[in-house]
């Protein structure tokens, strides 16, 4: 379940995260990706850290969905989704 109180400036902090730390190979994304600044990120694991910064916990990737629950989410907040060929999604 998505926490809906993560703002834009959490997940821009998770960002700065995943930049300093990396990504682990299971959290990789495997179709769609978020674009901020030049850079691709896997938008469920952005949304799981971001959460960890908001609540303290980080959202496991097993209660929620990516896909259209995580993307259009994080389109609501005004970030870029493409799929794997580049194209933007659209909700």
């Known amino acids: 379940m998505l926490n809906k109180l993560v703002s834009k400036d959490d997940i821009i902090q998770a ?7 990396g ?15 030049g850079k691709s990120y896997p938008p469920k694991y952005v ?5 960890k910064i ?3 916990k980080e959202l496991e990737s097993k209660v929620f969905s990516g ?8 389109m609501s907040l005004g970030f870029i989704i493409r799929d ?4 933007i999604k659209k909700a």
């Open 67 to 74: 896909g259209n629950e995580t993307n259009n989410f994080l």
């Open 15 to 21: 960002l700065t995260y995943i930049d300093k730390n």
């Open 54 to 56: 908001r609540s303290g």
């Open 47 to 51: 949304l799981s850290i971001a959460t």
């Open 84 to 87: 794997g060929n580049n194209e």
């Open 23 to 37: 990504i682990p190979k299971k959290r990789n994304s495997t179709i769609y990706n978020l674009y901020y600044e």
